[in-house]
């Protein structure tokens, strides 16, 4: 079936280190890919997405590129700020459904 | 900025007892949706509503689920005799259309406790 796994958290980091949230995926179909955000008291928001192979979603510092080969879609940041403290989800939804499917979502805390 | 709202943010209950959890999605959407994530594991999908009807359901969404559009703007999940395992984050959402590429967009999550 259809499913994303996630990399464990929590994730603390001191400010101006570079992140990687890893995440791959199961799909019987020809999945988009996603990276919600949510914050302390907040929905998911959506962070950035990707809807074929080889696509590079981009947002806020954030980066995500859709490996079909390796079946991932990591995501990475150069320079995290306090600011970035959330989790972060990643989600796939195939397309013969609107169902998402996340995985269990990543914990960071950067600290100054 | 438009957003989906839910109410309450936090709902605790009697085992047995019913609850309601109330959403309002963006108003010029169209498909709506409800996921619960229980602590520690997985977000996961119930249902999605198109057109005053269920378009899609998870194994999840058992007799005991059910929802409603009662009026122009709510959305409602009703959970008719709660276990303790419904305890969990309940996310509502929504989308402007079926189009995979489109995201939902999620509320706060009501967190529902069930002694």
């Known amino acids: ?112 | 900025e438009p957003e989906v709202t839910q109410t309450p943010s936090h709902q605790v209950t009697q085992m047995g007892q019913e609850v309601i959890l109330r959403c309002v999605p963006i108003s010029n959407h169209l498909y709506f949706y409800w996921y619960r994530q229980i602590l520690g594991q997985k977000v996961e999908f119930l249902v999605s509503f198109y057109n005053n009807e269920i378009s899609e359901k998870s194994e999840i969404f058992d007799d005991q689920f059910s929802v409603e559009r009662p009026d122009g703007s709510n959305f409602t999940l009703k959970i008719r005799s709660t276990k303790l395992e419904d305890s969990a984050m309940y996310f509502c959402a929504s989308s402007e259309a079926f189009r995979v590429q489109l995201e939902q967009f999620f509320g706060p999550g009501t967190r529902l406790t069930v002694l």
């Open chain 1, 1 to 112: 079936g259809d499913s994303v796994t996630q990399m464990e958290g929590p994730v603390t980091l001191s400010e101006e280190a570079f992140l990687t949230i890893n995440c791959t995926y199961t799909a019987t179909g020809y999945p988009s890919l996603f990276w919600y955000v949510q914050y302390p008291g907040e929905g998911l928001q959506l962070l950035l997405k990707a809807t074929k192979a080889d696509d590079k979603g981009s947002n806020k510092g954030f980066e995500a590129t859709y490996r079909k080969e390796t079946t991932s879609f990591h995501l990475e940041k150069g320079s995290v700020q306090v600011s970035d403290s959330a989790v972060y989800f990643c989600a796939l939804v195939v397309r013969t459904s609107n169902q998402f499917y996340f995985g269990t979502g990543t914990s960071l805390t950067v600290i100054p």
